[in-house]
């Protein structure tokens, strides 16, 4: 969802056999101790090493079952990226409370407690095409009020179905279902969330994705605390240029949207502008419906003449 910004490892790896040699015996013969004494210290020292090895290769999520994440992730990646939701990102949810805000965090529901796996599930511009075609052929989707989020439900419910999950969706602001999902994105290292502007900035997306759902699936068990990535540079910290321009677009898209008598009718180009502003011509920004569709979402004349155009028939006059 597009929301107004006010409202607002060991590296993982193959699982490593470890088996470990019984000491051979040390004799000592001197003052220090009786052999058996030097046997058991030996012993202690190899017991305390193969612990430590197993303790941080559990850490890491390394091995067998700890690893099903990956399969399960997989999964949906493959499923999820056929209906335009081509961001998929696991994390552990214990990460995403650690940072979250007290009126956003999530419970412990299952199993797993805090260790259970949630996948946070986005898109690009690669979305659209899937969503209009979907618009355009069942009806489900075309005669919602809300098409995108009736979408969004569809799809994702029918690539986790059969399994135990809890879904919250972007949109949802009500208490026990906000989640912060801007900064879910940034610790499962999707978007680096730059707290000036509020923008989520992708690596190779920049401003242009937007975050979906939330399924937390309460009886898997997530990644390793070794496994888990690093939040991607904010590009704005490296270019004095573009932070001077996002700032500059941010100030005049905030002063637009709390004058006097509330917003104007082209306000929302100015939420817009300050997406512009990171990168201009950014080739991976949205196609121009869909622009309009998302930020020109308090204009219900536009969002009406767009879905007319999907399902191949007038526009309506003003």
Known sequence: MHQLPHIRALPDGEFI?????KPEPVVKTDETGSPKTAVAGAVGVGVAVAWRLFSRMRNAGGGGRNNAWKTVTADAKEKLAAAGFDIVAPLKLRWYNEIAPDSAKIAPGGAMGEDALVILVGNSAALWPSFCDAHNARPEIGDAENPVDTYVDIEVNRVFRGKVRRVFYAHETKPGRLVAVQRMAHVAGVAHL????????????GPWLAFRAVVVLDDARGPGDGQKPRPPPNPLARDASARARVDE??????????????????QWRLWVAVRDAVE???????????????????DGRERARIRSRLRGGYEPSD
């Open 17 to 21: 056999s470890v088996r470990m040699k």
């Open 249 to 266: 677009a941010f100030d005049a898209a905030l002063d637009g949207y709390e004058a006097p008598g509330g917003p104007s009718e082209g």
């Open 194 to 205: 730059d707290e000036r502007s509020h923008l989520s900035i992708h690596p190779t997306l």
């Open 280 to 298: 201009p011509g950014h080739p991976a920004r949205y196609p121009e419906d869909q622009v309009a569709y998302h930020y020109n979402c308090l």
